[in-house]
């Protein structure tokens, strides 16, 4: 069974940072277009960052130039490093995978920033 597992979320101070983290597990994670979504609570989930298996990356505009995305396929983990926070950040944030019409999410993992 396919597993994504995120960690690092937290509550921080507004303008300052942290760094997610997804470990997959049972997937040719290499091949997989990588992305972070978040849910604030009554609102859509949204794209944060996406990375491709080629590495390209592309954020959502709240986001650029303050968050980036990374992978590291020898340890089957995708990052997403957060600096700057805001208050408007605050939501639960979700690892997914995906490639040939398969997609899979993590549980998610929770960021609260205090203004």
């Known amino acids: 069974q396919v597993q994504l597992v995120e960690s690092g979320g937290g509550l921080v101070q507004a303008g300052g940072s942290l760094r997610l983290s997804c470990a997959a597990s049972?997937?040719?994670?290499?091949?997989?277009?990588m992305g972070w979504y978040r849910q604030a609570p009554g609102k859509q989930r949204e794209l944060v960052a996406g990375?491709?298996?080629?590495?390209?990356?592309n954020y959502a505009d709240s986001v650029k130039g303050r968050f980036t995305i990374s992978r590291d396929n020898a340890k089957n983990t995708v990052y997403l490093q957060m600096n700057s926070l805001k208050p408007e950040d605050t939501a639960a944030y979700y690892c997914?995978?995906?490639?040939?019409?398969?997609?899979?999410w993590g549980q998610g993992t929770q960021v609260t920033v205090s203004s």
């Open positions: 990375i491709t298996a080629g590495s390209s990356t």
């Open positions: 049972r997937i040719t994670f290499s091949i997989y277009t």
């Open positions: 997914n995978a995906f490639a040939g019409g398969y997609s899979y």
